[in-house]
T-cell receptor
């Protein structure tokens, strides 16, 4: 069964550093998403991406964040100048269709900012 | 008012029992509805989409009441493996999913 994969599974970084989280969506999916979940809190939408551009982004997704699809398979989330409060699980998801499409999630990257 | 509201639980239920969760949403323009389950420190996994006519998948039944703006999930003959957090998810804007905080279910032997 095809699945979304994410690397690394755990990233530890110093405050102020830049991190890049990587995702490989399901191959025939066209819509990609990033979510985050702070420990013990609910899942929060960050951004959606379609046709090589951002479709929607939340208030959380400010200038500190960027996304890219550098090649035909990877989808990345870059966080610049990380802060302690960026520590969270970051989930990538993909869907075949857009607004009514069922989204399938990767296993997540646990980001710890020290 | 929260956009998607769920009883956080936990619901402690004996194995074999039937358990029901409700979820309310605030935006009447909501388009799509889903139930996800999330195991501790794991990714959310799609359990089922929720259709206006209601739908069933094995032991799981989902209902949507647009007039009252609530969604329900019924689990029959609960198994130990059903222990998880159940997340109610609503699509309000084009692609953005709005998540409830989840209801924790604990099935006891």
């Amino acid at each position: 069964e095809p699945e979304v994969t994410q690397t690394p599974s755990h990233q530890v970084t110093q405050m102020g550093q830049e991190v890049i989280l990587r995702c490989v969506p399901i191959s025939n999916h066209l819509y990609f998403y990033w979510y985050r979940q702070i420990l013990g809190q609910k899942v929060e939408f960050l951004v959606s991406f379609y046709n090589n551009e951002i479709s929607e982004k939340s208030e959380i997704f400010d200038d500190q964040f960027s996304v890219e699809r550098p090649d035909g398979s990877n989808f990345t989330l870059k966080i610049r100048s990380t802060k302690l409060e960026d520590s969270a699980m970051y989930f990538c998801a993909s869907s075949e269709a857009g607004e009514r499409g069922e989204q399938f999630f990767g296993p997540g990257t646990r980001l710890t900012v020290l | 008012r929260k956009e998607v509201e769920q009883d956080p639980g936990p619901f402690n239920v004996p194995e074999g029992a039937t358990v029901a969760f409700n979820c309310t949403y605030s935006n009447s323009a909501s388009q799509s509805f889903f139930w996800y389950r999330q195991d501790c420190r794991k990714e959310p996994k799609l359990l089922m989409s929720v259709y206006s006519s209601g739908n069933e998948d094995g032991r799981f039944t989902a209902q949507l009441n647009r007039a009252s703006q609530y969604i329900s999930l019924l689990i029959r003959d609960s198994k130990l493996s059903d222990s998880a957090t159940y997340l109610c998810v609503v699509n309000i804007l084009n692609y953005q999913l709005i998540w409830g905080a989840g209801t924790k279910l604990i099935i006891k032997p």
